[in-house]
């Protein structure tokens, strides 16, 4: 299961915003506790919902614990992480994480994570339901302000390159 879910829980772990420096720490939970709880599962959703499942919690924990502790800044290597570990990526490619990840910032953590699983990650409104702990119109209704707030997010950095690159104001 390791190499299966490991890229999925590594991607997903850095669009959820977390830092480089704390994902191998992250991941290792995950899958400490995935080996862990194994036998419970009960194989009423897939194996990857059930994964993500746990890394929400991992995430949450790892967050609440960051707020206990002052900020570190952010390492100019922090976006390259979304890439699958040890992928060769073209520089378009990087860029596009980059923005993307860059983007998801402007999502609070509910919506992020709607976000991410819907649009990054495809799984249903259902699967999602059932990892959040919510219902499908709960769900549906995160989104629909998630791809707002992303699409907004996106049109005001267009226009910000635009003008920084010396395009019309």
Do not use: C
């Not at 890229?7 to 959820?16: E, H, K, P």
Request: charged content about 30%; aromatic content about 8%; proline content about 2%.
């Amino acid at each position: 299961m390791y190499k299966s879910e490991f890229a999925f829980v590594w991607r997903s772990a850095i669009r959820l915003g977390v830092k480089t420096s704390a994902i191998d720490d992250v991941v290792q939970e995950v899958f400490f506790i995935v080996h862990r709880r194994l036998a419970e599962f009960e194989f009423r959703s897939s194996i990857r919902t059930w994964v993500f499942a746990i890394l929400r919690r991992v995430v949450a924990d790892h967050r609440r614990t960051l707020r206990r502790k002052p900020a570190e800044p952010t390492e100019a290597s922090e976006l390259q992480a979304i890439r699958d570990p040890g992928a060769g990526a073209s520089m378009a490619r990087f860029e596009a994480s980059d923005l993307v990840n860059t983007l998801l910032e402007a999502l609070d953590d509910e919506k992020r994570e709607v976000f991410v699983l819907a649009e990054l990650e495809e799984l249903t409104l259902a699967e999602i339901a059932q990892i959040t702990g919510t219902n499908a119109n709960t769900v549906a209704s995160r989104l629909r302000v998630a791809r707002r707030i992303f699409e907004e997010a996106h049109r005001n950095y267009e226009r910000t390159q635009g003008t920084e690159d010396g395009g019309s104001t």
